[in-house]
């Protein structure tokens, strides 16, 4: 792909309001330096996943959903409603909940 069409898909995710204005901007200035373009599965999204923490602060069992809320952008509360509605609809939400608590490291203290 060149790289009028890649500005050109860009702008387009930006006017369908996948991409923020600070995204869009960085996106741009990424291909405009030469550098290659993102993956089509998003790499930015692959490596904000890949240093999931669970929250120390933002906690009410694990702190699971307070470390997917930093990764991800979307607030604590809808995960937790996720999971909530998970748990109660197709019974696994409990499993997963309890599986990333195992799986996943919780965040270092800041004041080490």
Request: hydrophobic letters at 45%; aromatic letters at 12%; one cysteine or more.
């Amino acid at each position: 792909m060149s790289v009028s069409e890649e500005i050109k898909r860009l702008h387009e995710l930006h006017q369908a309001g996948a991409l923020s204005d600070e995204e869009f901007a960085r996106a741009k200035e990424r291909l405009l330096n030469g550098a290659p373009p993102a993956a089509p599965g998003g790499g930015d999204f692959a490596s904000e996943f890949s240093s999931l923490r669970r929250s120390r602060t933002d906690r009410w069992l694990g702190g699971v959903c307070g470390g997917l809320a930093r990764a991800s952008g979307v607030d604590s509360w809808i995960w937790r409603l996720v999971f909530a509605l998970f748990t109660i609809s197709f019974g696994f939400g409990a499993v997963i909940y309890i599986l990333l608590w195992i799986f996943v490291p919780e965040d270092e203290l800041i004041g080490k």
